[in-house]
């Protein structure tokens, strides 16, 4: 059983407890950091986590052996550098960072440091996305050429009312004069890109996943209403370094919906929400498979605390995550000048 720290009790960071404490047989939280002890100490209490407001608090501590970082996105790269030096294994939630150069500082103090890094990507471990990975390393698509990937998820309004109800204070991050300044997710500083880190982040992890690194991007954001609350869309046409293009789109206004779509020469694999696939064969009339839901916040930890304790490697590279963070700041890049980007 691996002993976890998390730092930030926010909106995210109390559905990551929720979903390993008393469920998980390999990890579990014993110590917890939050700006705002006042207003998490209940939720903390109810699952047996100690409380402080500094991360040092926690790395001080010899019984914990992994660091889960649910924080600001420009706080990560100096909270990973900071646990890896303290020599712990350290879980950040997506995205890494938002700098290709914050991740490479990121990946390599973790490799020098000889521990585990990991990233928020649960949608990995949909059942719909398992298969469709499968499906693809199997060859029956032949030649892949394209891959369609969507998400949409309005949860700014979500967010609203979660701050709402904790009085605007546990999602919340700190200024340099130490004031409090809610709905961080909402800022163009610490979420550009418009649904790029909410949503649009797991379709980039998947395709990275699927076709390897990108080597250039062109994004437009329309928007009609500004966040809070915002209305926009997103578009990204992508190549790979293999030559097969993409494309990903994001909408923050509208319900719920994922979609992966894979082209090859000889069919194509869609994966749709979360437990479901469409394989279309040459020839053959479209087949739709649905199976059985997983817990994916659980397992992306549980897979963590694997790779920490030695039982199995880490699935996702360090190169991987690198990459991903260089083809998130081209595409803010290529939102801001209206051009392609090429990666560095």
């Known amino acids: 059983m691996i002993q976890a720290a998390i730092v930030g009790l926010g909106r995210w960071g109390s559905r990551i407890v929720t979903a390993v404490q008393g469920k998980s047989d390999r990890m579990r939280f014993i110590r917890g950091v939050s700006k705002e002890p006042q207003v998490v100490r209940d939720f903390a209490a109810k699952h047996q986590i100690e409380l402080s407001t500094e991360l040092a608090d926690v790395l001080a501590d010899p019984r914990i052996e992994a660091v889960v970082l649910a924080t600001p996105h420009s706080l990560h790269t100096g909270q990973i550098i900071?646990?890896?030096?303290?020599?712990?294994?350290?879980?950040?939630?997506?995205?890494?960072?938002?700098?290709?150069?914050?991740?490479?500082?990121?990946?390599?103090?973790?490799?020098?440091?000889?521990?585990?890094?990991?990233?928020?990507?649960?949608?990995?471990?949909?059942?719909?996305?398992?298969?469709?990975?499968?499906?693809?390393?199997?060859?029956?698509?032949?030649?892949?050429?394209?891959?369609?990937?969507?998400?949409?998820?309005?949860?700014?309004?979500?967010?609203?009312?979660?701050?709402?109800?904790?009085?605007?204070?546990?999602?919340?991050?700190?200024?340099?004069?130490?004031?409090?300044?809610?709905?961080?997710r909402e800022s163009p500083a610490e979420a550009p890109g418009a649904g790029m880190t909410g949503s649009g982040i797991h379709v980039l992890d998947a395709l990275v996943n699927l076709l390897g690194p990108v080597s250039r991007v062109t994004a437009q954001v329309i928007t009609r209403k500004p966040a809070p609350d915002p209305t926009d869309t997103l578009g990204v046409m992508f190549e790979f370094a293999n030559h097969t293009s993409a494309y990903l789109g994001a909408v923050r206004a509208t319900p719920f919906y994922w979609r992966i779509h894979v082209f090859g020469k000889d069919g194509s694999v869609e994966a749709i929400g979360e437990n479901s696939i469409v394989i279309r064969r040459k020839g053959s009339e479209p087949v739709t498979f649905n199976y059985e839901p997983v817990d994916s916040m659980k397992e992306e930890f549980e897979v963590f605390a694997d790779a920490v304790a030695g039982i199995s490697p880490y699935p996702i590279s360090l190169e991987h995550m690198v990459n991903v963070v260089s083809a998130f700041e081209a595409i803010v890049d290529s939102i801001d000048s209206r051009v392609s980007v090429t990666l560095k």
């Open 82 to 184: 900071e646990v890896a030096r303290s020599g712990r294994a350290v879980f950040c939630e997506k995205p890494l960072a938002l700098k290709r150069a914050d991740a490479i500082a990121s990946t390599t103090a973790c490799a020098d440091a000889g521990v585990v890094l990991g990233i928020g990507t649960n949608k990995r471990f949909w059942s719909s996305m398992r298969e469709l990975r499968r499906v693809v390393a199997s060859g029956v698509l032949g030649e892949i050429l394209h891959v369609e990937g969507h998400y949409s998820n309005n949860n700014s309004s979500e967010r609203g009312e979660f701050s709402k109800r904790l009085g605007a204070t546990q999602d919340a991050a700190r200024t340099n004069d130490g004031s409090e300044r809610a709905s961080w």
